[in-house]
């Protein structure tokens, strides 16, 4: 007999026996609020995963999912095409800074990284490279759940337990410095210098064998690690040194989420060689995710005989009909709104709103840029995320969705937040912390 109790799902990312003591259950989403089982409204602090950046159930994107569902519900884009994939494409290309012209197609922000992995190295490999087969990551990165993102992410918690990953990485190690650093608004002045432990490990492993360096501009998941002043900047001097690709993963800073520019790359006047995105791309209604390359990367692969397949990859729904109507339709939500320009507006209020957090009990820093923000607890005697968890749990109750890892609680709400939503979330949390012990 099949399981009818609800015992059948097997939830990612949750500690599953504990979730069904104390269940929190969605049913349904408008605006800036979800909808629980038991009728509250909850505002929602973190953009449902970081990735619904213009509020839940927008009218154009709902009704493009409707139309393309019932008009092309699938349609191949292995040697066949569909207008929609290359409309969206081209839209998101518009999007991207500089020359990052060329559009992959996947399913998730796991894929984008893999996809682009596998894109640095087969670039090298093309142009008679084919020795640069190392990859550096970097320590607290997050670059989703592949063979490709563990072994280059920095988490151990997600590493772990997966046996010895892709062989030939390395990592840089994280940005962040509570010392130095802490309670800084938007980017930390300290370590641009950390840039630089790059040239170590070309001195260790020399460049020749080195493909790709990858990090999130602004480290998300890990707890909201805005990048130190320069540091980005010397990477890229580092890597164009060396002949090495930068990859940058904005699954969670692309479209909006940093305020005023769509991408990172812009805001901190940095190009990537390879962008990996996804998440905000179809403001979370359909899977899609995207590895953008700039033009000498996609030059590399247009030689040789053109009845061969160039790229060797790609998923079944890579372009899927109804994921790249939903991204259309929601670049034009994006545009006819302004919102990007509008979270970089309401940025400095946001800031302020955070940062008048500090001085409660156990909050030992906090750190934001754009619509993100980190608050640091001091964690309790060997039970690391225990105070945080106790945050977000109570938070969903009184009516706030926000996010934990670690001791760290992260908020990122939806870019049309109001001024006075962000003094709910805040007041709600600064009552909180100051109730848990
Ligand atoms: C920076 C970054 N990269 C990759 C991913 C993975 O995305 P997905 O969960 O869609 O596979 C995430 C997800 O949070 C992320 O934050």
Same mark, same amino acid.
């Given at each position: 007999?099949?399981?009818?109790? +609800?015992?059948?799902?097997?939830?990612?990312?949750?500690?599953?026996?504990?979730?069904?003591? =104390? /269940?929190?259950?969605?049913?349904?989403?408008?605006?800036?609020? $979800?909808?629980?089982?038991?009728?509250?409204?909850?505002?929602?602090?973190?953009?449902?995963?970081?990735?619904?950046?213009?509020?839940?159930?927008?009218?154009?994107?709902?009704?493009?999912?409707?139309?393309?569902? #019932? %008009?092309?519900?699938?349609?191949?884009?292995?040697?066949?095409?569909?207008?929609?994939?290359?409309?969206?494409?081209?839209?998101?290309?518009?999007?991207?800074?500089?020359?990052?012209?060329?559009?992959?197609?996947?399913?998730?922000? !796991?894929?984008?990284?893999?996809?682009?992995?596998?894109?640095?190295?087969?670039?090298?490999?093309?142009?008679?490279?084919?020795?640069? %087969?190392?990859?550096?990551?970097?320590?607290?990165? $997050?670059?989703?759940?592949?063979?490709?993102?563990?072994?280059?992410?920095?988490?151990?918690?997600?590493?772990?337990? $997966?046996?010895?990953?892709?062989?030939?990485?390395?990592?840089?190690?994280?940005?962040?410095?509570?010392?130095?650093?802490?309670?800084?608004?938007?980017?930390?002045?300290?370590?641009?210098?950390?840039?630089?432990?790059?040239?170590?490990?070309?001195?260790?492993?020399? #460049?020749? =064998?080195?493909?790709?360096?990858?990090?999130?501009?602004?480290?998300?998941?890990?707890?909201?690690?805005? /990048? /130190?002043?320069?540091?980005?900047?010397?990477?890229?001097?580092?890597?164009?040194?060396?002949?090495?690709?930068?990859?940058?993963?904005?699954?969670?800073?692309?479209?909006?989420?940093?305020?005023?520019?769509?991408?990172?790359?812009?805001?901190?006047?940095?190009?990537?060689?390879?962008?990996?995105?996804?998440?905000?791309?179809?403001?979370?209604?359909?899977?899609?995710?995207?590895?953008?390359?700039?033009?000498?990367?996609?030059?590399?692969?247009?030689?040789?005989?053109? =009845?061969?397949? &160039?790229?060797?990859?790609?998923?079944?729904? !890579?372009?899927?009909?109804?994921?790249?109507?939903?991204?259309?339709? %929601?670049?034009?939500? *994006?545009?006819?709104?302004?919102?990007? &320009?509008?979270?970089?507006?309401?940025?400095?209020?946001?800031?302020?709103?955070? +940062? #008048?957090?500090?001085?409660?009990?156990?909050?030992?820093?906090?750190?934001?840029?754009?619509?993100?923000?980190?608050?640091?607890? #001091? !964690?309790?005697?060997?039970?690391?995320?225990?105070?945080? $968890?106790?945050?977000?749990?109570?938070?969903?109750?009184?009516?706030?969705?926000?996010? *934990? =890892?670690?001791?760290?609680?992260?908020? !990122?709400? /939806?870019?049309?937040? &109001?001024?006075?939503?962000?003094?709910?979330?805040?007041? %709600?949390?600064?009552?909180?912390?100051?109730?848990?012990?």
């Amino acid at each position: 007999m099949p399981p009818t109790n +609800h015992d059948a799902f097997w939830m990612p990312f949750t500690a599953n026996r504990q979730f069904r003591k =104390t /269940p929190r259950m969605l049913v349904a989403a408008d605006g800036m609020y $979800y909808t629980t089982d038991d009728g509250r409204k909850v505002l929602d602090g973190c953009a449902g995963l970081w990735c619904v950046n213009a509020g839940h159930n927008r009218p154009r994107i709902t009704q493009a999912v409707q139309k393309t569902i #019932a %008009t092309l519900d699938f349609a191949p884009t292995f040697q066949m095409g569909h207008p929609l994939a290359f409309e969206a494409a081209d839209r998101i290309a518009a999007l991207a800074p500089g020359d990052l012209n060329h559009v992959f197609f996947c399913n998730s922000g !796991s894929e984008a990284m893999d996809s682009a992995l596998k894109i640095a190295l087969a670039y090298h490999r093309v142009r008679g490279e084919g020795a640069r %087969t190392r990859l550096i990551g970097r320590e607290r990165g $997050y670059h989703g759940v592949g063979f490709g993102g563990i072994s280059v992410g920095g988490l151990s918690g997600n590493r772990k337990l $997966y046996g010895s990953l892709l062989t030939g990485v390395d990592h840089l190690p994280h940005t962040l410095d509570i010392e130095r650093n802490a309670f800084t608004r938007g980017l930390p002045a300290h370590g641009a210098e950390l840039a630089d432990n790059l040239e170590r490990i070309v001195a260790l492993h020399d #460049a020749s =064998t080195i493909a790709a360096v990858v990090v999130e501009p602004m480290a998300g998941s890990t707890g909201v690690l805005p /990048p /130190p002043v320069g540091y980005l900047k010397r990477l890229r001097e580092i890597c164009d040194k060396y002949g090495i690709l930068l990859i940058f993963d904005e699954v969670i800073t692309g479209f909006g989420r940093l305020g005023g520019t769509p991408f990172a790359a812009e805001k901190f006047g940095v190009l990537p060689d390879i962008l990996a995105c996804a998440k905000g791309v179809t403001n979370g209604t359909i899977p899609m995710g995207a590895a953008i390359a700039r033009d000498h990367v996609h030059a590399a692969f247009m030689t040789g005989p053109e =009845t061969g397949i &160039e790229l060797p990859h790609g998923y079944t729904y !890579s372009g899927h009909p109804v994921a790249c109507a939903a991204a259309i339709a %929601t670049l034009d939500t *994006y545009a006819e709104e302004n919102l990007f &320009e509008r979270a970089g507006d309401i940025a400095p209020y946001f800031e302020e709103a955070v +940062h #008048a957090l500090r001085g409660l009990p156990h909050v030992i820093d906090i750190r934001n840029v754009g619509l993100v923000a980190g608050i640091e607890l #001091a !964690s309790r005697p060997g039970a690391v995320g225990a105070r945080a $968890y106790e945050v977000f749990d109570r938070a969903f109750h009184k009516g706030i969705l926000v996010r *934990y =890892t670690g001791d760290v609680v992260a908020v !990122s709400p /939806p870019l049309i937040i &109001e001024k006075s939503q962000i003094d709910q979330v805040f007041g %709600t949390l600064a009552d909180i912390i100051h109730a848990v012990e």
